[in-house]
Nanobody, 123 residues
């Protein structure tokens, strides 16, 4: 089993920055691609970003490209999402997830999920 615990969410103003962190348990963390998804009220869960198990490859949703950066530290079993130039449209519950398959945008391929952390961006 892989346990994922998120932190760093909260209220921010448009244009500000916020860094989310996800701490993972399990000795096999380095085998998993790690993704970030988000879900706003009344909307479907949306892909945000993913990083390969070795950290070499990344992929971002067009809506966050150039503003968000995903990173991981396999020695610490953590994955982060640095969010810059935030917009009200970024308001959502953010989830980290783990997958053994490189299918970045498909939530059904992620076997483990965190509890989610609320991010609220005011204008």
């Amino acid at each position: 089993q892989v346990q994922l615990v998120e932190s760093g969410g909260g209220p921010v103003q448009a244009g500000d920055s916020l860094r989310l962190s996800c701490a993972a348990s399990g000795r096999t963390f380095s085998r998993y691609a790690m993704g970030w998804f988000r879900q706003a009220p009344g909307k479907e869960r949306e892909f945000v970003a993913v990083i390969a198990s070795n950290g070499v490859s990344t992929y971002y949703a067009d809506s966050v490209k150039g503003r968000f950066t995903i990173s991981r530290d396999n020695a610490k079993n953590t994955v982060d999402l640095q969010m810059n130039a935030m917009k009200p449209e970024d308001t959502a519950v953010y989830y980290c997830a783990a997958s053994l398959i490189w299918t970045p945008t498909r939530s059904t391929q992620y076997a483990y999920w965190g509890q989610g952390t609320q991010v609220t961006v005011s204008s």
